[in-house]
Protein backbone atom coordinates (compact mmCIF):
# COMPACT_ATOMS: atom_id res chain seq x y z
CA UNK A 1 0.00 0.00 0.00
CA UNK A 2 1.37 3.56 -0.66
CA UNK A 3 0.93 5.89 1.10
CA UNK A 4 0.63 10.24 0.58
CA UNK A 5 0.60 12.39 3.26
CA UNK A 6 -1.11 15.92 2.01
CA UNK A 7 -0.16 18.53 4.14
CA UNK A 8 -1.36 17.48 7.27
CA UNK A 9 -1.82 19.30 10.50
CA UNK A 10 -2.65 18.21 13.80
CA UNK A 11 -3.42 19.99 16.61
CA UNK A 12 -5.14 20.20 20.51
CA UNK A 13 -6.85 23.12 21.19
CA UNK A 14 -4.14 25.41 19.84
CA UNK A 15 -1.45 23.44 20.25
CA UNK A 16 0.31 22.41 16.99
CA UNK A 17 1.40 18.82 17.59
CA UNK A 18 1.84 18.65 13.80
CA UNK A 19 2.43 21.20 11.07
CA UNK A 20 2.24 21.11 7.60
CA UNK A 21 3.45 17.15 6.85
CA UNK A 22 3.84 16.19 3.89
CA UNK A 23 5.32 12.94 2.89
CA UNK A 24 5.13 9.89 0.39
CA UNK A 25 5.92 6.01 1.52
CA UNK A 26 5.97 3.74 -1.63
CA UNK A 27 4.39 0.27 -1.60
CA UNK A 28 6.43 -2.30 0.37
CA UNK A 29 8.80 0.25 1.44
CA UNK A 30 10.29 0.05 5.15
CA UNK A 31 9.86 3.64 6.26
CA UNK A 32 11.89 4.54 9.56
CA UNK A 33 9.94 7.62 11.94
CA UNK A 34 12.80 9.62 13.83
CA UNK A 35 12.76 12.65 16.10
CA UNK A 36 13.28 13.61 19.51
CA UNK A 37 10.75 12.72 22.29
CA UNK A 38 7.51 15.13 22.03
CA UNK A 39 8.46 15.69 18.34
CA UNK A 40 5.42 14.29 16.64
CA UNK A 41 6.31 10.46 16.20
CA UNK A 42 3.10 9.06 17.92
CA UNK A 43 0.61 11.59 16.42
CA UNK A 44 1.95 11.03 13.16
CA UNK A 45 1.46 6.90 13.45
CA UNK A 46 -1.78 8.02 14.76
CA UNK A 47 -2.58 9.21 12.10
CA UNK A 48 -1.85 6.78 9.51
CA UNK A 49 -3.87 4.34 11.32
CA UNK A 50 -6.74 6.78 10.95
CA UNK A 51 -7.06 7.12 14.76
CA UNK A 52 -7.03 10.81 15.02
CA UNK A 53 -8.47 12.92 12.51
CA UNK A 54 -5.94 15.68 11.31
CA UNK A 55 -7.24 19.08 11.77
CA UNK A 56 -5.73 20.20 8.24
CA UNK A 57 -4.47 17.91 5.04
CA UNK A 58 -5.40 14.56 4.48
CA UNK A 59 -3.80 10.78 4.61
CA UNK A 60 -4.05 8.75 0.82
CA UNK A 61 -3.61 5.16 1.07
CA UNK A 62 -3.45 3.67 -2.14
CA UNK A 63 -6.19 6.84 -3.85
CA UNK A 64 -8.39 6.81 -0.83
CA UNK A 65 -8.81 9.16 1.55
CA UNK A 66 -8.17 7.61 5.23
CA UNK A 67 -11.11 9.93 6.80
CA UNK A 68 -12.87 8.75 4.08
CA UNK A 69 -12.98 4.66 4.34
CA UNK A 70 -15.18 3.05 6.92
CA UNK A 71 -13.18 2.01 10.15
CA UNK A 72 -13.31 -1.21 9.55
CA UNK A 73 -12.31 -1.58 5.99
CA UNK A 74 -9.47 0.73 7.19
CA UNK A 75 -8.48 -2.13 9.74
CA UNK A 76 -8.50 -4.58 7.18
CA UNK A 77 -5.71 -2.97 5.13
CA UNK A 78 -3.72 -1.02 8.04
CA UNK A 79 -2.46 -2.59 11.17
CA UNK A 80 -1.27 -0.51 14.57
CA UNK A 81 1.20 -1.63 17.06
CA UNK A 82 1.08 1.10 19.31
CA UNK A 83 3.56 2.39 21.99
CA UNK A 84 2.09 1.34 24.74
CA UNK A 85 -0.50 -1.12 25.10
CA UNK A 86 -0.86 -3.70 27.98
CA UNK A 87 -4.04 -5.63 29.77
CA UNK A 88 -4.61 -6.91 32.89
CA UNK A 89 -7.05 -9.46 31.69
CA UNK A 90 -6.13 -13.13 31.42
CA UNK A 91 -5.93 -13.93 28.01
CA UNK A 92 -3.80 -16.41 26.07
CA UNK A 93 -1.66 -15.26 23.58
CA UNK A 94 -3.40 -17.04 20.54
CA UNK A 95 -6.62 -15.13 22.04
CA UNK A 96 -4.76 -12.27 21.95
CA UNK A 97 -3.76 -12.48 18.33
CA UNK A 98 -7.40 -13.97 17.43
CA UNK A 99 -8.47 -10.05 18.02
CA UNK A 100 -6.49 -9.15 14.64
CA UNK A 101 -9.60 -11.10 12.76
CA UNK A 102 -12.09 -8.70 14.85
CA UNK A 103 -12.20 -6.48 11.16
CA UNK A 104 -13.36 -9.56 9.15
CA UNK A 105 -15.70 -10.84 11.34
CA UNK A 106 -19.41 -9.81 12.23
CA UNK A 107 -21.97 -11.05 14.70
CA UNK A 108 -23.16 -13.03 12.08
CA UNK A 109 -20.06 -14.28 10.42
CA UNK A 110 -18.84 -17.45 12.61
CA UNK A 111 -15.63 -17.98 12.68
CA UNK A 112 -13.75 -19.69 9.88
CA UNK A 113 -10.95 -21.77 8.57
CA UNK A 114 -9.24 -18.76 7.22
CA UNK A 115 -9.63 -16.52 9.96
CA UNK A 116 -7.79 -19.99 11.95
CA UNK A 117 -5.49 -20.01 9.07
CA UNK A 118 -4.48 -16.28 9.64
CA UNK A 119 -3.61 -17.40 12.97
CA UNK A 120 -1.78 -19.69 12.95
CA UNK A 121 0.28 -17.87 10.21
CA UNK A 122 0.81 -15.06 12.24
CA UNK A 123 1.83 -16.88 15.07
CA UNK A 124 4.74 -18.90 13.21
CA UNK A 125 5.97 -15.71 11.52
CA UNK A 126 6.63 -14.12 14.97
CA UNK A 127 7.75 -17.44 16.37
CA UNK A 128 5.24 -17.65 19.11
CA UNK A 129 3.75 -20.83 18.35
CA UNK A 130 4.94 -23.04 21.31
CA UNK A 131 3.72 -19.64 23.09
CA UNK A 132 0.11 -20.05 22.11
CA UNK A 133 -1.38 -21.27 25.35
CA UNK A 134 0.36 -18.82 27.57
CA UNK A 135 -1.32 -15.91 29.38
CA UNK A 136 -0.39 -12.80 28.68
CA UNK A 137 0.67 -11.79 32.38
CA UNK A 138 3.20 -14.29 32.37
CA UNK A 139 5.12 -12.88 28.91
CA UNK A 140 8.36 -10.56 28.53
CA UNK A 141 8.18 -7.49 27.23
CA UNK A 142 10.02 -8.40 24.17
CA UNK A 143 7.44 -11.70 23.47
CA UNK A 144 4.62 -9.35 23.97
CA UNK A 145 5.67 -7.23 21.33
CA UNK A 146 5.83 -9.91 18.87
CA UNK A 147 2.18 -11.34 20.46
CA UNK A 148 1.35 -7.78 19.24
CA UNK A 149 2.91 -7.85 15.71
CA UNK A 150 1.07 -11.32 14.76
CA UNK A 151 -1.77 -9.87 16.32
CA UNK A 152 -1.30 -7.18 13.56
CA UNK A 153 -0.47 -9.57 11.34
CA UNK A 154 -3.35 -11.36 11.65
CA UNK A 155 -5.19 -8.40 10.56
CA UNK A 156 -3.77 -9.25 6.92
CA UNK A 157 -2.74 -5.88 6.41
CA UNK A 158 -1.32 -4.09 3.56
CA UNK A 159 0.42 -1.33 5.91
CA UNK A 160 1.83 -1.90 9.52
CA UNK A 161 2.00 0.65 11.80
CA UNK A 162 5.02 0.17 14.31
CA UNK A 163 5.30 2.87 16.96
CA UNK A 164 8.77 2.39 18.66
CA UNK A 165 8.17 -1.35 18.83
CA UNK A 166 11.62 -1.88 20.36
CA UNK A 167 11.48 0.53 23.11
CA UNK A 168 12.57 -1.69 27.20
CA UNK A 169 13.73 -4.55 24.88
CA UNK A 170 17.04 -5.78 25.88
CA UNK A 171 19.72 -5.98 22.55
CA UNK A 172 19.02 -9.04 21.42
CA UNK A 173 15.25 -9.03 21.34
CA UNK A 174 15.54 -5.48 19.74
CA UNK A 175 17.83 -6.89 16.92
CA UNK A 176 15.17 -9.82 16.68
CA UNK A 177 12.55 -7.69 16.16
CA UNK A 178 13.63 -5.98 13.75
CA UNK A 179 15.48 -8.51 11.66
CA UNK A 180 11.62 -9.61 11.82
CA UNK A 181 10.02 -6.72 10.14
CA UNK A 182 13.03 -5.98 7.90
CA UNK A 183 11.71 -9.44 6.11
CA UNK A 184 7.53 -9.06 6.65
CA UNK A 185 6.54 -8.45 2.72
CA UNK A 186 4.42 -5.60 2.98
CA UNK A 187 4.41 -1.76 3.67
CA UNK A 188 5.40 -0.74 7.06
CA UNK A 189 6.34 2.59 8.77
CA UNK A 190 7.86 2.31 12.00
CA UNK A 191 8.75 5.03 15.00
CA UNK A 192 12.25 4.29 16.36
CA UNK A 193 14.94 6.08 19.27
CA UNK A 194 17.36 4.05 17.83
CA UNK A 195 19.13 6.18 14.98
CA UNK A 196 21.11 3.41 14.35
CA UNK A 197 18.33 1.13 13.78
CA UNK A 198 16.89 3.33 11.85
CA UNK A 199 19.75 3.27 9.23
CA UNK A 200 18.89 -0.48 8.79
CA UNK A 201 15.07 1.53 6.89
CA UNK A 202 14.75 1.92 3.28
CA UNK A 203 14.20 5.99 3.92
CA UNK A 204 13.73 8.06 7.01
CA UNK A 205 11.77 10.74 7.58
CA UNK A 206 13.11 12.97 10.78
CA UNK A 207 10.01 14.98 12.61
CA UNK A 208 11.11 17.67 14.79
CA UNK A 209 8.88 20.09 16.80
CA UNK A 210 5.64 18.53 14.86
CA UNK A 211 7.48 19.77 11.16
CA UNK A 212 9.13 16.73 9.09
CA UNK A 213 12.78 18.56 8.18
CA UNK A 214 13.70 15.80 6.25
CA UNK A 215 13.32 12.40 4.51
CA UNK A 216 15.30 10.34 2.63
CA UNK A 217 17.93 7.14 2.68
CA UNK A 218 19.30 7.21 6.21
CA UNK A 219 22.46 7.66 4.98
CA UNK A 220 22.20 11.05 3.71
CA UNK A 221 19.18 12.09 5.92
CA UNK A 222 21.10 11.17 9.16
CA UNK A 223 24.30 13.29 9.04
CA UNK A 224 26.08 15.34 11.62
CA UNK A 225 24.94 18.41 10.80
CA UNK A 226 21.20 17.19 11.63
CA UNK A 227 22.26 15.43 14.15
CA UNK A 228 23.67 18.18 16.17
CA UNK A 229 20.39 20.48 15.27
CA UNK A 230 17.68 18.17 16.20
CA UNK A 231 18.84 15.82 18.76
CA UNK A 232 21.78 17.75 20.33
CA UNK A 233 24.27 15.37 20.03
CA UNK A 234 27.67 15.40 18.39
CA UNK A 235 27.66 12.09 15.82
CA UNK A 236 29.99 10.98 13.93
CA UNK A 237 29.06 8.68 10.83
CA UNK A 238 31.99 5.64 10.28
CA UNK A 239 31.67 2.25 8.86
CA UNK A 240 31.01 -0.37 10.97
CA UNK A 241 33.40 -3.79 10.51
CA UNK A 242 30.43 -5.33 8.60
CA UNK A 243 30.73 -2.33 5.90
CA UNK A 244 27.20 -0.93 7.01
CA UNK A 245 27.11 2.89 8.15
CA UNK A 246 27.10 3.82 11.85
CA UNK A 247 26.87 6.43 13.97
CA UNK A 248 28.85 7.22 16.53
CA UNK A 249 27.88 9.44 19.78
CA UNK A 250 30.09 11.02 21.58
CA UNK A 251 28.59 13.50 23.74
CA UNK A 252 25.08 15.93 24.21
CA UNK A 253 25.62 18.99 22.81
CA UNK B 1 -3.07 -22.29 40.60
CA UNK B 2 -1.83 -21.09 36.83
CA UNK B 3 -2.00 -24.42 36.26
CA UNK B 4 -5.33 -25.26 37.29
CA UNK B 5 -6.74 -21.94 35.25
CA UNK B 6 -7.17 -24.18 31.80
CA UNK B 7 -9.22 -26.90 33.11
CA UNK B 8 -11.64 -24.88 35.24
CA UNK B 9 -12.12 -23.23 32.13
CA UNK B 10 -12.41 -25.54 29.77
CA UNK B 11 -15.22 -27.51 31.98
CA UNK B 12 -17.01 -23.98 32.50
CA UNK B 13 -17.10 -23.51 28.91
CA UNK B 14 -18.47 -26.95 27.96
CA UNK B 15 -21.21 -26.50 30.52
CA UNK B 16 -22.58 -23.45 28.89
CA UNK B 17 -25.19 -25.13 27.30
CA UNK B 18 -26.56 -26.62 30.84
CA UNK B 19 -27.42 -23.06 32.27
CA UNK B 20 -31.14 -22.75 31.08
CA UNK B 21 -31.45 -25.85 33.48
CA UNK B 22 -29.36 -24.51 36.31
CA UNK B 23 -31.35 -20.94 36.11
CA UNK B 24 -35.11 -23.07 36.22
CA UNK B 25 -33.67 -25.36 39.03
CA UNK B 26 -32.46 -21.71 40.75
CA UNK B 27 -35.85 -20.64 39.98
CA UNK B 28 -37.74 -23.20 41.13
CA UNK B 29 -36.08 -23.68 44.41
CA UNK B 30 -36.52 -19.71 45.00
CA UNK B 31 -39.80 -20.83 44.89
CA UNK B 32 -39.81 -23.39 47.23
CA UNK B 33 -37.55 -22.40 49.68
CA UNK B 34 -39.24 -19.71 52.33
CA UNK B 35 -40.37 -19.40 55.75
CA UNK B 36 -43.05 -21.96 55.27
CA UNK B 37 -41.29 -24.94 52.76
CA UNK B 38 -43.34 -26.00 50.31
CA UNK B 39 -42.41 -29.80 48.42
CA UNK B 40 -41.29 -28.95 44.91
CA UNK B 41 -43.99 -31.05 43.46
CA UNK B 42 -46.37 -28.68 44.60
CA UNK B 43 -44.39 -26.25 42.63
CA UNK B 44 -44.92 -28.11 39.46
CA UNK B 45 -47.99 -28.76 39.99
CA UNK B 46 -48.65 -25.34 40.32
CA UNK B 47 -47.12 -23.97 37.71
CA UNK B 48 -48.50 -26.91 35.39
CA UNK B 49 -51.93 -25.82 36.77
CA UNK B 50 -51.53 -21.97 35.29
CA UNK B 51 -49.08 -22.65 32.47
CA UNK B 52 -51.20 -24.86 30.72
CA UNK B 53 -54.28 -25.52 32.78
CA UNK B 54 -53.14 -29.41 33.97
CA UNK B 55 -55.79 -29.24 36.76
CA UNK B 56 -53.69 -30.99 39.52
CA UNK B 57 -55.51 -30.85 43.31
CA UNK B 58 -53.29 -28.04 44.85
CA UNK B 59 -53.77 -26.24 48.20
CA UNK B 60 -55.00 -22.82 47.00
CA UNK B 61 -53.39 -20.70 49.62
CA UNK B 62 -50.18 -23.34 48.97
CA UNK B 63 -51.03 -22.26 45.08
CA UNK B 64 -51.47 -18.50 45.73
CA UNK B 65 -48.26 -18.63 47.62
CA UNK B 66 -46.31 -19.86 44.92
CA UNK B 67 -48.02 -18.18 41.28
CA UNK B 68 -48.15 -14.67 42.92
CA UNK B 69 -45.58 -14.08 45.15
CA UNK B 70 -42.53 -16.10 45.17
CA UNK B 71 -42.49 -17.18 41.34
CA UNK B 72 -42.61 -13.51 40.00
CA UNK B 73 -40.03 -12.76 42.72
CA UNK B 74 -37.39 -15.19 41.97
CA UNK B 75 -37.77 -14.62 38.36
CA UNK B 76 -37.23 -10.88 39.20
CA UNK B 77 -34.31 -11.67 41.06
CA UNK B 78 -33.11 -14.00 38.36
CA UNK B 79 -33.80 -10.77 36.15
CA UNK B 80 -32.30 -7.98 37.93
CA UNK B 81 -29.03 -10.67 38.58
CA UNK B 82 -28.47 -10.88 35.55
CA UNK B 83 -29.07 -7.35 34.11
CA UNK B 84 -26.68 -6.20 36.87
CA UNK B 85 -23.99 -8.43 36.28
CA UNK B 86 -24.35 -7.94 32.75
CA UNK B 87 -23.96 -3.76 33.00
CA UNK B 88 -20.83 -4.81 35.06
CA UNK B 89 -19.22 -6.87 31.99
CA UNK B 90 -20.13 -3.72 29.69
CA UNK B 91 -18.79 -1.30 31.95
CA UNK B 92 -15.88 -2.90 32.72
CA UNK B 93 -15.01 -4.08 29.10
CA UNK B 94 -15.77 -0.95 27.67
CA UNK B 95 -14.27 1.60 30.34
CA UNK B 96 -10.99 -0.60 31.10
CA UNK B 97 -11.82 -0.12 34.68
CA UNK B 98 -12.13 -3.23 37.07
CA UNK B 99 -13.99 -1.20 39.41
CA UNK B 100 -16.61 -0.14 36.86
CA UNK B 101 -20.14 -1.22 38.38
CA UNK B 102 -24.07 -0.13 37.18
CA UNK B 103 -23.95 2.29 40.03
CA UNK B 104 -20.58 4.06 38.87
CA UNK B 105 -22.53 5.81 36.72
CA UNK B 106 -24.72 7.40 39.13
CA UNK B 107 -27.41 5.00 38.31
CA UNK B 108 -28.50 3.83 42.46
CA UNK B 109 -27.85 7.89 43.49
CA UNK B 110 -30.02 9.06 40.88
CA UNK B 111 -32.87 6.16 41.09
CA UNK B 112 -32.78 6.89 44.77
CA UNK B 113 -33.67 10.36 44.96
CA UNK B 114 -36.01 9.45 42.42
CA UNK B 115 -37.49 7.78 44.87
CA UNK B 116 -37.31 9.78 47.72
CA UNK B 117 -38.47 13.01 45.90
CA UNK B 118 -41.69 10.92 44.99
CA UNK B 119 -42.23 9.21 48.21
CA UNK B 120 -41.14 11.61 50.61
CA UNK B 121 -40.89 15.02 48.93
CA UNK B 122 -44.21 14.20 47.29
CA UNK B 123 -43.07 15.29 44.21
CA UNK B 124 -45.83 14.74 41.24
CA UNK B 125 -48.41 14.76 44.21
CA UNK B 126 -49.50 11.11 43.76
CA UNK B 127 -49.46 10.88 40.02
CA UNK B 128 -45.88 9.46 39.30
CA UNK B 129 -44.91 5.82 40.96
CA UNK B 130 -42.13 5.50 43.03
CA UNK B 131 -40.69 3.13 39.97
CA UNK B 132 -41.51 5.78 37.65
CA UNK B 133 -39.52 8.42 40.19
CA UNK B 134 -36.86 6.28 40.49
CA UNK B 135 -36.43 5.39 36.21
CA UNK B 136 -36.42 9.10 35.89
CA UNK B 137 -33.80 9.53 38.51
CA UNK B 138 -31.25 7.07 37.48
CA UNK B 139 -31.81 8.23 33.55
CA UNK B 140 -31.55 11.94 34.99
CA UNK B 141 -28.17 11.21 37.02
CA UNK B 142 -26.66 9.03 34.26
CA UNK B 143 -27.40 11.99 31.85
CA UNK B 144 -25.46 14.16 34.03
CA UNK B 145 -22.87 12.18 34.25
CA UNK B 146 -22.06 11.60 30.91
CA UNK B 147 -22.62 15.68 30.09
CA UNK B 148 -20.28 16.45 32.57
CA UNK B 149 -17.50 14.00 31.65
CA UNK B 150 -17.63 15.16 28.05
CA UNK B 151 -17.23 18.54 29.39
CA UNK B 152 -14.53 17.15 31.30
CA UNK B 153 -12.76 15.01 27.86
CA UNK B 154 -13.65 18.53 26.27
CA UNK B 155 -11.48 20.58 28.74
CA UNK B 156 -8.61 18.01 28.48
CA UNK B 157 -8.70 18.68 24.87
CA UNK B 158 -10.34 15.47 23.69
CA UNK B 159 -7.55 13.60 22.98
CA UNK B 160 -7.20 9.79 23.28
CA UNK B 161 -10.26 7.50 24.24
CA UNK B 162 -8.35 5.81 27.27
CA UNK B 163 -8.49 9.31 28.98
CA UNK B 164 -12.31 9.47 28.28
CA UNK B 165 -12.19 6.33 30.23
CA UNK B 166 -10.88 8.18 33.39
CA UNK B 167 -13.04 11.12 33.01
CA UNK B 168 -16.30 9.05 33.19
CA UNK B 169 -15.34 7.48 36.12
CA UNK B 170 -14.29 10.41 37.64
CA UNK B 171 -17.55 12.20 36.47
CA UNK B 172 -19.89 8.83 38.20
CA UNK B 173 -18.15 9.54 41.77
CA UNK B 174 -18.59 13.38 41.34
CA UNK B 175 -22.54 12.51 40.36
CA UNK B 176 -23.00 9.91 42.73
CA UNK B 177 -21.93 12.06 45.63
CA UNK B 178 -24.34 14.68 44.50
CA UNK B 179 -27.50 12.53 44.02
CA UNK B 180 -26.53 10.89 47.09
CA UNK B 181 -26.53 14.20 48.85
CA UNK B 182 -29.87 14.97 47.52
CA UNK B 183 -30.94 11.94 48.68
CA UNK B 184 -29.81 12.49 52.59
CA UNK B 185 -31.24 16.10 52.38
CA UNK B 186 -34.89 15.25 51.43
CA UNK B 187 -34.96 12.67 53.64
CA UNK B 188 -33.23 14.73 56.25
CA UNK B 189 -36.05 17.56 55.48
CA UNK B 190 -39.18 15.94 55.40
CA UNK B 191 -39.15 12.00 56.49
CA UNK B 192 -40.72 10.82 59.66
CA UNK B 193 -38.86 8.15 61.25
CA UNK B 194 -41.21 5.28 59.64
CA UNK B 195 -40.69 6.48 55.87
CA UNK B 196 -36.78 6.79 56.76
CA UNK B 197 -36.65 3.01 57.41
CA UNK B 198 -38.89 2.03 54.07
CA UNK B 199 -36.51 4.05 52.18
CA UNK B 200 -33.44 2.40 54.00
CA UNK B 201 -34.91 -0.64 52.86
CA UNK B 202 -35.73 0.52 49.68
CA UNK B 203 -31.95 1.80 49.53
CA UNK B 204 -30.60 -1.55 50.11
CA UNK B 205 -32.65 -3.74 47.68
CA UNK B 206 -36.22 -4.93 48.08
CA UNK B 207 -38.21 -7.65 46.31
CA UNK B 208 -40.76 -7.70 48.18
CA UNK B 209 -44.22 -6.96 46.48
CA UNK B 210 -42.86 -7.27 42.73
CA UNK B 211 -45.71 -8.11 41.21
CA UNK B 212 -46.54 -10.00 37.78
CA UNK B 213 -46.95 -6.70 36.00
CA UNK B 214 -43.00 -6.21 37.29
CA UNK B 215 -41.81 -9.34 35.66
CA UNK B 216 -42.34 -8.45 32.07
CA UNK B 217 -40.79 -5.41 32.38
CA UNK B 218 -37.68 -7.12 34.08
CA UNK B 219 -37.65 -10.28 31.85
CA UNK B 220 -37.68 -7.73 29.02
CA UNK B 221 -35.27 -5.39 29.43
CA UNK B 222 -32.77 -7.91 30.64
CA UNK B 223 -32.85 -10.45 27.90
CA UNK B 224 -32.77 -7.55 25.24
CA UNK B 225 -29.33 -6.67 27.49
CA UNK B 226 -27.73 -9.80 26.87
CA UNK B 227 -28.85 -10.33 23.76
CA UNK B 228 -27.37 -7.04 22.80
CA UNK B 229 -24.21 -7.84 24.22
CA UNK B 230 -24.15 -11.43 23.01
CA UNK B 231 -24.44 -9.53 19.18
CA UNK B 232 -21.65 -6.69 19.93
CA UNK B 233 -19.10 -9.97 21.68
CA UNK B 234 -16.78 -9.00 19.03
CA UNK B 235 -16.32 -5.39 20.20
CA UNK B 236 -16.23 -5.92 23.64
CA UNK B 237 -13.37 -8.03 23.38
CA UNK B 238 -11.70 -5.87 20.64
CA UNK B 239 -11.53 -3.12 24.02
CA UNK B 240 -8.72 -5.84 25.25
CA UNK B 241 -6.30 -3.63 25.16
CA UNK B 242 -7.79 -0.39 25.05
CA UNK B 243 -9.83 2.36 23.30
CA UNK B 244 -7.26 2.81 20.76
CA UNK B 245 -6.58 -0.82 20.09
CA UNK B 246 -10.51 -1.24 19.79
CA UNK B 247 -10.52 1.26 16.92
CA UNK B 248 -7.47 0.51 15.23
CA UNK B 249 -9.44 -3.14 15.22
CA UNK B 250 -12.47 -1.30 13.35
CA UNK B 251 -14.38 -1.05 16.14
CA UNK B 252 -16.36 2.64 15.75
CA UNK B 253 -15.53 3.53 19.59
CA UNK B 254 -17.71 6.58 20.16
CA UNK B 255 -20.81 4.57 18.57
CA UNK B 256 -20.26 1.26 21.05
CA UNK B 257 -19.02 3.03 23.49
CA UNK B 258 -22.40 5.35 23.60
CA UNK B 259 -25.18 2.82 22.44
CA UNK B 260 -24.03 0.26 24.64
CA UNK B 261 -23.42 2.22 28.00
CA UNK B 262 -27.17 4.16 27.12
CA UNK B 263 -28.83 0.55 26.48
CA UNK B 264 -27.08 -0.85 30.47
CA UNK B 265 -28.18 1.84 31.88
CA UNK B 266 -31.95 1.95 30.55
CA UNK B 267 -32.21 -1.59 31.42
CA UNK B 268 -30.25 -0.90 34.98
CA UNK B 269 -32.80 1.83 35.47
CA UNK B 270 -35.86 -0.18 34.79
CA UNK B 271 -34.34 -2.89 37.06
CA UNK B 272 -33.41 -0.44 40.24
CA UNK B 273 -36.75 1.14 39.69
CA UNK B 274 -38.45 -2.16 40.50
CA UNK B 275 -36.22 -3.75 43.27
CA UNK B 276 -34.02 -0.93 44.61
CA UNK B 277 -30.34 -0.48 44.62
CA UNK B 278 -28.67 -3.72 44.80
CA UNK B 279 -25.16 -3.70 45.10
CA UNK B 280 -21.63 -5.92 44.50
CA UNK B 281 -23.46 -7.85 41.81
CA UNK B 282 -22.03 -6.08 39.48
CA UNK B 283 -19.03 -5.68 40.75
CA UNK B 284 -18.23 -9.32 41.43
CA UNK B 285 -20.15 -11.80 39.33
CA UNK B 286 -17.66 -10.61 36.08
CA UNK B 287 -14.87 -11.03 37.94
CA UNK B 288 -15.94 -14.52 39.13
CA UNK B 289 -16.44 -15.33 35.76
CA UNK B 290 -13.57 -14.09 34.14
CA UNK B 291 -11.65 -16.83 36.41
CA UNK B 292 -13.78 -19.58 35.55
CA UNK B 293 -14.96 -19.04 31.37
CA UNK B 294 -12.05 -16.35 30.63
CA UNK B 295 -11.87 -12.92 28.97
CA UNK B 296 -13.72 -14.02 25.52
CA UNK B 297 -17.38 -12.06 25.41
CA UNK B 298 -19.22 -15.05 23.77
CA UNK B 299 -18.79 -16.95 26.95
CA UNK B 300 -18.20 -14.13 29.65
CA UNK B 301 -21.90 -12.63 28.81
CA UNK B 302 -23.89 -16.00 29.27
CA UNK B 303 -21.87 -17.01 32.02
CA UNK B 304 -22.29 -13.50 33.83
CA UNK B 305 -25.88 -13.38 33.56
CA UNK B 306 -26.59 -16.72 34.64
CA UNK B 307 -24.32 -16.32 37.52
CA UNK B 308 -25.72 -12.91 38.26
CA UNK B 309 -29.20 -14.35 38.23
CA UNK B 310 -28.19 -17.88 40.44
CA UNK B 311 -26.30 -15.50 42.69
CA UNK B 312 -29.46 -12.63 43.25
CA UNK B 313 -31.87 -15.99 43.69
CA UNK B 314 -29.87 -17.75 46.07
CA UNK B 315 -29.91 -13.94 47.86
CA UNK B 316 -33.28 -13.69 47.94
CA UNK B 317 -33.86 -16.85 49.56
CA UNK B 318 -30.93 -16.20 52.18
CA UNK B 319 -32.79 -12.96 52.47
CA UNK B 320 -35.83 -14.60 53.59
CA UNK B 321 -35.20 -17.71 55.97
CA UNK B 322 -32.09 -16.08 57.89
CA UNK B 323 -33.73 -13.95 60.63
CA UNK B 324 -36.74 -16.30 60.88
CA UNK B 325 -39.72 -13.95 60.94
CA UNK B 326 -38.05 -10.85 59.10
CA UNK B 327 -37.06 -10.12 55.69
CA UNK B 328 -33.71 -8.61 55.32
CA UNK B 329 -32.90 -6.14 52.48
CA UNK B 330 -31.09 -8.33 49.43
CA UNK B 331 -28.82 -5.46 49.38
CA UNK B 332 -27.44 -6.85 53.00
CA UNK B 333 -27.17 -10.60 51.64
CA UNK B 334 -25.28 -9.47 48.30
CA UNK B 335 -22.86 -7.27 50.19
CA UNK B 336 -22.04 -9.80 52.73
CA UNK B 337 -21.15 -12.36 50.29
CA UNK B 338 -19.98 -9.83 47.79
CA UNK B 339 -17.51 -8.04 49.86
CA UNK B 340 -15.79 -10.67 51.17
CA UNK B 341 -15.88 -12.40 47.41
CA UNK B 342 -14.11 -9.74 45.99
CA UNK B 343 -11.56 -9.18 48.50
CA UNK B 344 -10.50 -12.59 47.63
CA UNK B 345 -10.44 -11.61 44.04
CA UNK B 346 -8.01 -8.86 44.90
CA UNK B 347 -5.66 -10.58 46.56
CA UNK B 348 -5.74 -13.78 44.67
CA UNK B 349 -5.53 -10.77 41.57
CA UNK B 350 -2.33 -9.32 43.07
CA UNK B 351 -0.84 -12.74 43.56
CA UNK B 352 -0.34 -13.52 40.48
CA UNK B 353 1.16 -10.34 38.90
N1 LIG C 1 -3.87 14.92 23.90
C1 LIG C 1 -2.82 15.72 24.02
N2 LIG C 1 -2.92 16.87 24.71
C2 LIG C 1 -1.86 17.70 24.83
N3 LIG C 1 -0.68 17.45 24.29
C3 LIG C 1 -0.50 16.34 23.60
C4 LIG C 1 -1.55 15.40 23.42
N4 LIG C 1 -1.08 14.38 22.69
C5 LIG C 1 0.21 14.67 22.43
N5 LIG C 1 0.56 15.83 22.97
C6 LIG C 1 1.88 16.50 22.88
O1 LIG C 1 2.25 16.47 21.54
C7 LIG C 1 3.63 16.30 21.40
C8 LIG C 1 3.93 15.16 20.47
O2 LIG C 1 3.61 13.95 21.12
P1 LIG C 1 3.95 12.54 20.48
O3 LIG C 1 3.38 12.50 19.12
O4 LIG C 1 3.48 11.51 21.45
O5 LIG C 1 5.53 12.57 20.43
P2 LIG C 1 6.56 11.38 20.26
O6 LIG C 1 5.82 10.13 19.98
O7 LIG C 1 7.41 11.82 19.14
O8 LIG C 1 7.34 11.30 21.54
C9 LIG C 1 4.17 16.11 22.80
O9 LIG C 1 4.75 17.33 23.22
C10 LIG C 1 2.96 15.78 23.62
O10 LIG C 1 3.11 16.25 24.93
MG1 LIG D 1 5.68 8.34 20.94
Request: net charge positive; glycine share 10%; hydrophobic share 50%.
Amino acid sequence: MKIDVQALSARVHRTPLLTDVSLHIESGELFGLVGPNGSGKSTLMRCLAGLRRPILGRVIADDTDLGQMPARLRACRIAFVEQQADTTDRLTVREAVELGRTPYLSPLRRWGADDQAAVENALSSVEMDAFADRLWHTLSGGERQRVHIARALAQAPDLLLLDEPTNHLDIRHQLSLMALVRDLPLTRVIALHDLNQAMTCDRVGVLHKGRLIAAGPPANVLHEDLLARVFGVAAKSATAPDGAPRLHFSHAL
Amino acid sequence: MKMAAAPVRLVAGRGLWLSPLLLAAAIMAGTAIGETRLPFLTVLQTLANHLWGAGYPVDGIEAGIIWSYRLPRAIIAACSGAGLALTGVVLQALLRNPLADPYLMGLSAGASTGAVLVTVAGVGGGAISMSLGALTGALLAFGCVVALAHAVNGAAGGGRATQAAAAIILAGIAGSQMFNALTAFTIARSANAEQARGIMFWLMGNLSGVRWEDVWACAGVSLAGVALCLWYRRGLDAFTFGADGAASLGINVQALRGSLITATAIMVGVLVSKVGAIGFVGLVVPHAMRFLVGTRHDRLVPASALAGAVFLVAADVISRILVPGQVLPIGVVTALVGAPAFALILVRGGARR
